[in-house]
T-cell receptor, first 112, second 112 residues
Framework: NAGVTQTPKFQVLKTGQSMTLQCAQD?????MSWYRQDPGMGLRLIHY???????DQGEVPNGYNVSRSTTEDFPLRLLSAAPSQTSVYFC???????????FGPGTRLLVL | GDSVTQMEGPVTLSEEAFLTINCTYT??????LFWYVQYPGEGLQLLLK?????DKGSNKGFEATYRKETTSFHLEKGSVQVSDSAVYFC???????????FGPGTRLSVLP
């Protein structure tokens, strides 16, 4: 049971480039979320999904897209990277409302 | 909307000292409350949780009691160790939404 996995671990992009951060879970959780972590700001929710085919915006969705074609996978796409998107990105999954969230190890992104 | 407030860090203690990290919350419903810990370079891990008023969560010597009357969930440990050095996040998940709200995190450093 691998839990929540994320790839890549570290990425450097130039302004304007696009990329996809991968997230997968093998716990059959319906709920999945993407957060970004910035110094002094805790975790902020980007997008979340309550099941395959269903996604919604969180607190800071601008510049990011998501899709959920399967229960296991929840990729996060940066359409045109900006330096303000330099951050550490965490994917998480949970069984349901008010249940424990399980986090991946994170992706550290640097946009030059 | 829902929010979580934590004491400002960083907190620096000597080994075997008593630890308290304050956490208060604002929520419209009856949230579940969580403490997560993040060790350097890693994702967040659940430390403990409580799902209703007066519940006490405990794990690895850490404790926190869900106090509805004071809307608080303070984290305590009687004798900290160097290995407890990490960032601690208080969080809530209410019974209306599909996501968590995190506090900004408190960095703890324990000196030998």
């Amino acid at each position: 049971n691998a839990g929540v996995t994320q790839t890549p671990k570290f990425q450097v992009l130039k302004t304007g480039q696009s990329m996809t951060l991968q997230c997968a879970q093998d716990m059959n959780h319906e709920y999945m979320s993407w957060y970004r972590q910035d110094p002094g700001m805790g975790l902020r929710l980007i997008h979340y999904s309550v099941g395959a085919g269903i996604t919604d915006q969180g607190e800071v969705p601008n510049g990011y897209n998501v899709s959920r074609s399967t229960t296991e996978d929840f990729p996060l796409r940066l359409l045109s990277a900006a330096p303000s998107q330099t951050s550490v990105y965490f994917c998480a999954s949970t069984q349901g409302v008010q249940e424990t969230q399980y986090f991946g190890p994170g992706t550290r992104l640097l946009v030059l | 909307g829902d929010s979580v407030t934590q004491m400002e860090g960083p907190v620096t203690l000597s080994e075997e000292a008593f630890l308290t990290i304050n956490c208060t919350y604002t929520a419209t419903g009856y949230p579940s409350l969580f403490w997560y810990v993040q060790y350097p370079g890693e994702g967040l891990q659940l430390l403990l949780k409580a799902t209703k008023a007066d519940d006490k969560g405990s794990n690895k010597g850490f404790e926190a009691t869900y106090r509805k009357e004071t809307t608080s969930f303070h984290l305590e440990k009687g004798s900290v160790q160097v290995s407890d050095s990490a960032v601690y996040f208080c969080a809530l998940s209410d019974n209306y939404g599909q996501n968590f709200v995190f506090g900004p995190g408190t960095r703890l450093s324990v000196l030998p």
